[in-house]
């Protein structure tokens, strides 16, 4: 029977996590309609021998790829090039979906042939005891909407098509021909941008299906500062795609990536003054200037303006940390 879904599971050191993982997917009535693929990222850890049980337990649903560690963006290329389910899923190892909200939803995927498919996601601070669930609110459920008209004006940096709410076609998948950075974070942005081009039309399921644990050390999502430089590889490769894909792809699409890009390049730059030294700052400021200077001359333009408001940053970091402070609260209240 040809597979309904394919779930990849990228692994690495969370043992105490992969079982509530796993068997939240573990739905009876569907286990012949999904591939779960668990993708041993070289970790060092028991998560393998974990993964190997299930395997044996259900060899018809679940399969376990032991390989070397190259970072979180591989295992979803190597999971991107093994799937066989006609949709395609990420859920970290050290997540879980609500399984009676996951069997409502793959009823539902049965009877769609959208290209993508999102749904609400939870934030799970299991340390602080609370929950923050991230809706649609601007979005009708059960509709179906054309991706190069849908006005994305109101979805800039609102977490739209984020890695734990987005389901792919596998064949749109492969069509943007994504490939991810290895050992390198924050590569859900390219997941999240990268596959729009090549979206004609997706649909929004009231199904609550990802529960998102916050609260590890050792979460990128914890680690801005450690990270900033994977933050400022993965802008650069967005700029090289805007600038490879202008004149190809749908104005409407190619306007939205370019808002999201530009305001990645602000969060990137805040980021930079309000938790970084002065010395980081200057040096990480300006490579990303270089880059952007290294583009077409009509490009430059665009994204240079979100670095200009930093051109005293030598001299006057803290004030303009707190200028850009309230410069972002403004845009977030009037929309601007």
Not at 88 to 109: C, H, P
Not at 195 to 204: C, R
Request: a positive charge; glycine letters at 2%; hydrophobic letters at 35%.
């Amino acid at each position: 029977m040809e597979k309904l879904l394919t779930i990849i599971i990228p692994t690495y050191n969370t043992e105490q996590y992969l079982s509530r993982c796993i068997d939240s997917l573990l739905i009876a009535d569907f286990m012949d309609k999904l591939e779960i693929i668990i993708i041993i990222d070289g970790s060092p850890d028991n998560s393998a021998k974990i993964g190997y049980r299930y395997e044996a337990r259900y060899p018809q649903t679940i399969q376990v790829v032991d390989k070397p560690n190259g970072g979180h963006g591989s295992t979803i290329n190597k999971g991107i090039e093994l799937a066989t389910g006609k949709y395609f899923r990420v859920l970290d190892s050290d997540d879980w979906f609500d399984t009676m909200e996951f069997e409502a939803y793959l009823k539902k995927l049965e009877e769609t042939d959208a290209d993508m498919v999102l749904t609400p996601s939870t934030m799970e601070y299991l340390y602080k005891h609370r929950s923050v669930t991230l809706n649609f609110k601007r979005l009708q459920y059960d509709t179906l909407y054309n991706a190069d008209t849908f006005d994305y004006n109101h979805f800039i940096g609102d977490k739209f098509n984020t890695m734990a709410r987005t389901t792919y076609k596998t064949e749109v998948l492969r069509a943007s021909k994504l490939k991810l950075p290895e050992h390198t974070y924050y590569v859900d942005v390219l997941y999240s941008l990268c596959v729009i081009p090549y979206i004609q039309n997706f649909i929004v399921y009231n199904n609550n299906i990802y529960r998102y644990f916050i609260g590890r050390p050792e979460q990128s999502i914890n680690n801005y500062t450690r990270h900033i430089k994977d933050l400022r590889t993965v802008i650069c490769i967005c700029l090289d795609f805007l600038c490879q894909s202008e004149g190809r792809i749908n104005k409407n699409k190619a306007d939205y990536l370019n808002k999201e890009v530009r305001m990645r390049i602000t969060q990137f730059a805040l980021i930079c003054f309000l938790r970084l030294p002065l010395q980081q700052v200057v040096s990480e400021i300006d490579m990303l200037q270089k880059k952007i200077l290294q583009l077409p001359e009509k490009n430059q333009k665009q994204f240079a303006k979100n670095l200009r408001t930093f051109k005293l940053y030598k001299k006057l970091p803290l004030l303009y940390a707190f200028y850009y402070k309230i410069h972002i609260r403004i845009k977030n209240i009037f929309n601007i």
